[in-house]
């Protein structure tokens, strides 16, 4: 015999008579709002987007470079890809930098004589153990954060030159465009009380030795000995003030 049985399904969403005076005495939960799917809209085309400032900015050194044909028609997003170009370049020479990079004397000529032409190096021979290497290299660590352009290494004494004599250490030279600048032999150079602003005094009384990275490869010697002097002074203003609170508190 057949099974007549059946359940009817009405059109989702839809509701009878009966269910909505159900549903207005409470006796039935709120009717589910009907499905409605949202709008349609198309992915967005990068060819389409406003070519102005904001778009150069989102753009990397990869993509600025392959640029260089398709803007000739518009003067001043070319000239503004240039300066963006060349924002970049600099911001990634300052990212190799920061800090005192050790080195071994098989890495000396390419990273120290090798150097990029635009970048003065900081050449420290040192030996573990010494107390006045030691005061000096955290010296050149404070400056190397400082002085991010300009390139800080560190190299074992005897690796570098083999005998040499402990009594000249630290010995400090520093190189640009592949020549010998200058060169410092022990802590005499430095003065008794050696800081990083006396270091960064002694190292830029010839040349702009430090860099910032902010000034371009033309930073000023002059500027540079004016903010260390700058530096200095507060530091010595605030080490007084802080001896003469603290004996006012006695």
């Known amino acids: 015999m057949a099974d007549y049985h059946f359940v009817y399904k009405d059109v989702e969403g839809a509701s009878t008579q009966w269910d909505d005076i159900q549903r207005k005495l409470g006796n039935l939960p709120a009717k589910p709002p009907a499905f409605k799917p949202a709008p349609f809209e198309?992915?967005?085309?990068?060819?389409?987007?406003?070519?102005?400032?904001?778009?150069?900015?989102?753009?990397?050194?990869?993509?600025?470079?392959?640029?260089?044909d398709d803007l000739d028609?518009?003067?001043?997003?070319?000239?503004?890809?240039?300066?963006?170009?060349?924002?970049?370049?600099?911001?990634?020479?300052i990212a190799k930098y920061g800090s005192v990079i050790p080195i071994s004397g098989s890495d000396y000529v390419r990273e120290v004589s090798q150097a990029p032409q635009d970048v003065w190096v900081v050449v420290v021979l040192y030996k573990e153990g010494f107390p006045e290497?030691?005061?000096?290299?955290?010296?050149?660590?404070?400056?190397?954060?400082?002085?991010?352009?300009?390139?800080?290494?560190?190299?074992?004494?005897?690796?570098?030159?083999?005998?040499?004599p402990d009594h000249s250490l630290p010995f400090l030279l520093v190189y640009n465009n592949g020549a010998k600048k200058a060169e410092y032999v022990g802590m005499r150079s430095f003065g008794k009380?050696?800081?990083?602003?006396?270091?960064?005094?002694?190292?830029?009384?010839?040349?702009p030795v430090l860099n910032d990275g902010q000034s371009g490869?033309?930073?000023?010697?002059?500027?540079?000995l004016e903010g260390v002097r700058r530096r200095f002074i507060e530091k010595v203003?605030?080490?007084?003030?802080?001896?003469?609170?603290?004996?006012?508190?006695?």
């Open 42 to 68: 198309p992915a967005p085309d990068p060819d389409s987007a406003p070519k102005d400032e904001s778009w150069i900015d989102k753009k990397t050194e990869e993509e600025l470079e392959d640029l260089e």
């Open 73 to 93: 028609d518009d003067r001043f997003l070319e000239d503004y890809r240039k300066k963006r170009l060349a924002e970049l370049r600099e911001a990634a020479k």
């Open 133 to 164: 290497c030691e005061l000096l290299l955290q010296c050149l660590e404070e400056l190397a954060v400082k002085y991010p352009a300009t390139k800080f290494v560190k190299i074992i004494s005897t690796d570098c030159i083999p005998n040499f």
């Open 193 to 207: 009380r050696c800081t990083p602003e006396g270091v960064a005094l002694v190292l830029c009384q010839s040349d």
């Open 217 to 224: 490869s033309n930073t000023s010697r002059q500027s540079v």
């Open 237 to 250: 203003v605030t080490e007084h003030e802080d001896r003469d609170d603290g004996s006012d508190s006695d």
